[in-house]
C-alpha cells in the first residue's frame, strides 16, 4: 500500500489549492478515502472522506464549505480542493483508507510523506 500527496505549496489567506493523492497497492476503488492534516505541533486530524464510488461525502466543521473532496477511481487519485484558505489551514495534508463511517481513519498505517500547504501573506 502506497500513498504519493502532491499539489501542496504556499497561498496567500483567502486563496485556493488543490492537493492530490495517487494511490497504489490495492483495490482503490472498493475503499472509501480520507485526507487528514497535521498541523506544527499538533496531532493528526481527520479533513475529509469520500465513499467508495464518490457519491458520499463528509467533512470536518472546520472545513465544511470551503473544502471539496472527490476522486477518479479510473486513476487511484483522490483531490482535496481547498477554497478561501486560512492561516490555520497550514499544516502538511495526508491522504489514507477512511472508515466505514467516514468520519475518520481506517488504520493508522501505511502514510505517504505528504504535502505541506501553507497559507500566509
Known amino acids: 500500500v502506497q500513498f504519493v500527496e502532491s499539489g501542496g505549496g504556499l497561498v496567500q489567506p483567502g486563496g485556493s489549492l488543490r492537493v492530490s493523492c495517487e494511490a497504489s497497492?490495492?483495490?482503490?476503488?472498493?475503499?472509501?478515502m480520507g485526507w487528514f492534516r497535521q498541523a506544527p505541533g499538533k496531532g493528526r486530524d481527520f479533513v475529509a472522506a469520500?465513499?467508495?464510488?464518490?457519491?458520499?461525502?463528509t467533512y470536518a466543521d472546520s472545513v465544511k464549505g470551503r473544502f471539496t473532496i472527490s476522486r477518479d477511481n479510473a486513476e487511484n487519485t483522490v483531490y482535496l480542493q481547498m477554497n478561501s484558505l486560512a492561516p490555520e489551514d497550514t499544516a502538511i495534508y495526508y491522504c489514507n483508507k477512511a472508515s466505514t463511517d467516514l468520519r475518520g481513519l481506517w488504520e493508522d498505517d501505511h502514510w505517504g510523506q505528504g504535502t505541506q500547504v501553507t497559507v500566509s501573506s
Open positions: 469520500v465513499d467508495w464510488n464518490g457519491v458520499k461525502t
Open positions: 497497492g490495492f483495490m482503490f476503488s472498493g475503499w472509501n
